[in-house]
T-cell receptor, first 114, second 114 residues
Framework: DTGVSQNPRHKITKRGQNVTFRCDPISEHNRLYWYRQTLGQGPEFLTYFQNEAQLEKSRLLSDRFSAERPKGSFSTLEIQRTEQGDSAMYLC????????????FGSGTRLTVV | AQSVTQLGSHVSVSEGALVLLRCNYSSSVPPYLFWYVQYPNQGLQLLLKYTSAATLVKGINGFEAEFKKSETSFHLTKPSAHMSDAAEYFCAVRLIQGAQKLVFGQGTRLTINP
């Protein structure tokens, strides 16, 4: 068990480009969450998967954002036509048993849109 | 709706002094509560969690928190601050319904003075 892994750690992209981030959760965790954190703020919920099913999406998740979790394993978060306002830290977390043992976070992907 | 409020966006203490970070929650049902720590450009690390067992919860790095239902509080304390405690601290409540996602406070930045 190596924890939750996120790649890449840093991404710099030009406005209008598409970017994709990957999250590998703890293998036995069936729940996976994506959060966004801007400077000086707490993480904000974006979306949630239970196994391969995406069960909840925040209103923060515009139609430029899409997330997948094929086969209930790793997950990807894609942002199309990036905007400067998308610059943030994107955090992934996983849990099991309804979070009774806590939610384990990855180190995050820091996106900078220039 | 369940939420948390962290009082004080910035707390500064001297090395060796008591650390007290305040968190109040709002919940109509017994909540699950968490404290996470975040070092610069890192993800979130779980310090401790309250899941309706003992009201005094001990965590890592000498931190502890006490759940007080009458005060709707879950303040984080450490008897003696160390320079390595300098970081951002987040209180979070787990929603009971739906995705059971974590809802975070705005965070408190802890500075340790030598």
């Amino acid at each position: 068990d190596t924890g939750v892994s996120q790649n890449p750690r840093h991404k710099i992209t030009k406005r209008g480009q598409n970017v994709t981030f990957r999250c590998d959760p703890i293998s036995e965790h069936n729940r996976l969450y994506w959060y966004r954190q801007t400077l000086g703020q707490g993480p904000e919920f974006l979306t949630y998967f239970q196994n391969e099913a995406q069960l909840e999406k925040s209103r923060l998740l515009s139609d430029r954002f899409s997330a997948e979790r094929p086969k209930g394993s790793f997950s990807t978060l894609e942002i199309q036509r990036t905007e400067q306002g998308d610059s943030a830290m994107y955090l992934c977390a996983s849990s099991s048993r309804q979070g009774a043992y806590g939610y384990t976070f990855g180190s995050g992907t820091r996106l900078t849109v220039v | 709706a369940q939420s948390v409020t962290q009082l004080g966006s910035h707390v500064s203490v001297s090395e060796g002094a008591l650390v007290l970070l305040r968190c109040n929650y709002s919940s109509s049902v017994p909540p699950y509560l968490f404290w996470y720590v975040q070092y610069p450009n890192q993800g979130l690390q779980l310090l401790l969690k309250y899941t309706s067992a003992a009201t005094l919860v001990k965590g890592i790095n000498g931190f502890e928190a006490e759940f007080k239902k009458s005060e709707t509080s879950f303040h984080l304390t450490k008897p003696s601050a160390h320079m390595s405690d300098a970081a951002e601290y987040f209180c979070a409540v787990r929603l009971i319904q739906g995705a059971q996602k974590l809802v975070f406070g705005q965070g408190t930045r802890l500075t340790i003075n030598p």
